[in-house]
């Protein structure tokens, strides 16, 4: 049997991911041929997931400046003042495609890793968010692949003892093979020891700490840069595998190591592991490294430098340590029970030099690797906005409170009890409102303090994709009112962008058209952007996902003792909405869940009313006025009484001035729903800033009754509700 001809390295660098003129871009940045590790090391700095190639023009229309930020895109994670000498970091991150290979471990690292960006800048992580995508509920995978992801982000969350108090769920067959996973992490930290990655100067000692290096995750980078096909399951190899405590430990380790004065820069290995964290250090410092691969701490015998360069193994830390302090770092690593070694150091050639086994087995200019990969300005086609719909186009329910049931025992609308009781949402003893307590974000006390940081995580994935442009706008709106919802002055957002193949001019207009709409937004409502994750090829042969730009927002309470939820609604309260119903239906759930349509224009965002309104509801909580807070949005009026009725288990009667399922069902956006004894500071409140507002009504009773057209009972609605995901998942 005659030998296979080996693989020229071209072709290799096709299986790697990339183009033949980047192969030949490569060529000609070296003057020769790339090794086999040289060809891996550019394969995954210019993979998308690394380099941003098709993204980075784009998202320079972000605002990212603001008197708050203290770092905005372009580190590990954004830093933003909150006062007091105080600084909170935070970021997202996606952990799409090895989540639906093996979802346990794909969705654990996932929020390993957000976590390590965090605290390798110095910040204690002291709150935890995910916003996940599902398919359909009647896939064959969906149920395998909640149950998996689900375990994953409680065992690894609870395990390394940070809180999860907020995100969101959606179902949807445009996820049927491509699902989300997006983590987001927020930490806590002194504004004056914030650490960064850029490497100083030559001549300094870089220090691997953490877990060893195996040869799980090698290529995980190129992988979250491609699309799938049927073989998908095949590439379980390249999904990393997670400890917690070792996480745990890493985390007090790094704090440690950091409060003793010996880190001069510090990178974690996240995507593209050790070559990632090398080339950014010494990339963002202007320098030089050199490693001695064979000092690297490998629990594989017999490991390559191309095994070691490109591995995902997880926990492990990159520090660059002053001069004389190895020492000093040597004996915070011991104490904690580390592998730890010097690796290598910094010079001042501007390569990445690796040697292995006594010969030099890569070396490369950093510049081609770091900040000179190919960009490209991708055609781009403009979305076709859907059309508009009056309230003639769409039917009416035959039996509304058959209706509302439907709709809020349907996926994305049902109770997610089930999912978030197996996070542990109160571990450090800080959080003050969390997805149980019935509140528009999650609210974690800044510990010893009366502050409080507000955190949420939104996106309507439905809106993008009938509009780009509205969705992408209200996705930032959202997140902005959720935040005022609780009482919390947004601050800043990280996102996350995950879109399909960015090749295809249609799936690149999405990406456009949204990134232009959050940017009107951010600009409006000075919401600046700090941080964030691009995550592109999210299809699979060829269909792609559901355009879903995620908007985690971080909010800021001067005083938490004055913040609202929606579970303080009383017997005897006035229910007041503030703002304007014109019976939006257009992409809603209503029309989706109801009249089984997914048409229709969104609705549309109205930045300076949305600023208006939720600076007046944001007073009125600050004043002691408000207690009871809820924004509208999925489903409308009617969900929003729902969910405040059952979480606090009270009724309501009330009186529409319109047609009542309209009234119910529409999706107009910058409103509340709003409750206490005494409307009248509301009333004039509102009046004085020519805002919409009307008395709903008022609460009592075990049913929720509207204008003779409904009679639901509490009961009843609270079954349907908390029903459907149990049923689900066969508990």
């Not at 997202?92 to 390590?116: D, F, K, L, W």
């Not at 375990?151 to 940070?162: E, H, T």
Request: aromatic share 6%; net charge negative.
């Amino acid at each position: 049997m005659s030998a296979q001809p080996s693989k020229t390295m071209a072709e290799k660098a096709a299986e790697y991911g990339l183009k033949p003129d980047e192969y030949d871009l490569i060529v000609r940045r070296l003057n020769r041929e790339p090794n086999d590790v040289e060809l891996g090391v550019f394969s995954v700095m210019w993979s998308e997931h690394c380099s941003y190639k098709s993204s980075k023009k784009h998202l320079v229309k972000f605002p990212t400046s603001g008197p708050k930020v203290i770092c905005g895109p372009g580190e590990n994670a954004g830093v933003i003042d909150i006062g007091d000498g105080q600084a909170c970091i935070f970021k997202m991150e996606s952990h799409n495609h090895p989540s639906y290979i093996e979802p346990y471990q794909g969705a654990a690292t996932g929020v390993g890793g957000i976590m390590r960006d965090v605290f390798t800048m110095g910040a204690r992580p002291v709150a935890l968010l995910n916003a996940l995508r599902f398919g359909d509920p009647s896939h064959p995978k969906t149920r395998r692949l909640v149950s998996g992801v689900v375990a994953g982000i409680g065992g690894y969350g609870n395990c390394v003892g940070v809180p999860t108090v907020a995100g969101e769920t959606n179902f949807h067959r445009g996820y049927d093979g491509n699902i989300l996973v997006n983590a987001m992490c927020v930490g806590l930290a002194d504004a004056d020891k914030i650490f960064y990655s850029a490497a100083p100067a030559a001549g300094f000692s870089v220090v691997y700490f953490g877990s060893k290096t195996g040869r799980d995750g090698i290529h995980g980078a190129t992988m979250a840069s491609a699309e799938f096909s049927e073989d998908a399951e095949e590439k379980r190899p390249t999904v990393q595998v997670g400890d917690p405590f070792a996480e745990k430990l890493l985390i007090e380790a790094t704090l440690e190591l950091m409060a003793s004065g010996a880190v001069a820069a510090i990178q974690d290995m996240g995507a593209a592991g050790l070559t990632s964290s090398s080339v950014e250090m010494a990339g963002k410092g202007g320098v030089g490294i050199e490693l001695v691969l064979d000092d690297v701490p490998q629990r594989e015998e017999g490991m390559t430098a191309y095994e070691m360069m490109l591995s995902e193994s997880q926990e492990r830390m990159l520090a660059v340590l002053k001069p004389g302090r190895e020492r000093d770092g040597h004996a915070i690593f011991e104490k904690w029970g580390l592998d730890a070694a010097v690796i290598g150091t910094t010079t001042d050639t501007g390569h990445l030099v690796l040697k292995h086994k006594g010969e030099v087995v890569c070396d490369v200019p950093l510049a081609p690797l770091f900040d000179d990969a190919p960009l490209y300005d991708r055609p781009w086609t403009e979305p076709t906005p859907q059309a508009r719909l009056t309230i003639a186009d769409v039917n009416e329910p035959g039996d509304l409170k058959a209706a509302v049931l439907k709709l809020m025992s349907a996926p994305d609308m049902a109770s997610k009890r089930w999912l978030w009781e197996q996070y542990d949402r109160h571990v450090m003893a800080d959080t003050l409102e969390d997805s149980a307590t019935g509140a528009d974000a999650g609210v974690v006390r800044v510990h010893g303090t009366k502050k409080a940081l507000a955190v949420t995580s939104d996106v309507t994935p439905r809106y993008v994709q009938a509009d780009p442009f509205e969705g992408g706008k209200q996705a930032v709106a959202e997140a902005w009112r959720n935040l005022t919802a609780v009482g919390a002055t947004p601050v800043a957002i990280t996102d996350n962008l995950n879109f399909g193949n960015p090749e295809r001019p249609e799936i690149m207009g999405q990406i456009v058209r949204a990134i232009d709409g959050m940017a009107e937004a951010c600009r409006a409502l000075d919401f600046p952007v700090v941080s964030g994750n691009v995550s592109l090829y999210n299809e699979t042969n060829g269909a792609a996902i559901p355009p879903t730009p995620a908007v985690g927002g971080v909010g800021l309470l001067a005083d938490s003792t004055k913040r609202a939820d929606f579970s303080n609604l009383r017997a005897g309260d006035t229910l007041v909405l503030v703002g304007e119903t014109r019976g939006e239906l257009g992409a809603s759930m209503y029309l989706r869940e109801i009249a089984g349509r997914e048409d229709g224009a969104p609705p549309p965002v109205d930045l300076a009313l949305e600023r208006k309104a939720g600076d007046l509801v944001r007073g009125l909580i600050e004043a002691g006025t408000l207690k009871t807070v809820h924004d509208l949005s999925d489903g409308g009026l009617i969900a929003a009484l729902a969910e405040m009725c059952l979480a606090s288990g009270v009724g309501c009667d009330i009186r529409l001035a319109s047609v009542a399922w309209v009234a119910l069902f529409a999706e107009d956006q910058a409103r509340y729903l709003v409750a206490l004894k005494d409307p009248t500071p509301v009333i004039q409140a509102a009046r004085a800033a020519d805002i919409p507002v009307a008395i709903l009504g008022q609460a009592g009773g075990d049913a929720i009754r509207v204008d003779g057209a409904l009679d639901l009972p509490l009961a009843d609605l609270r079954t349907a509700h908390e029903g459907w995901m149990p049923a689900f998942m066969g508990d």
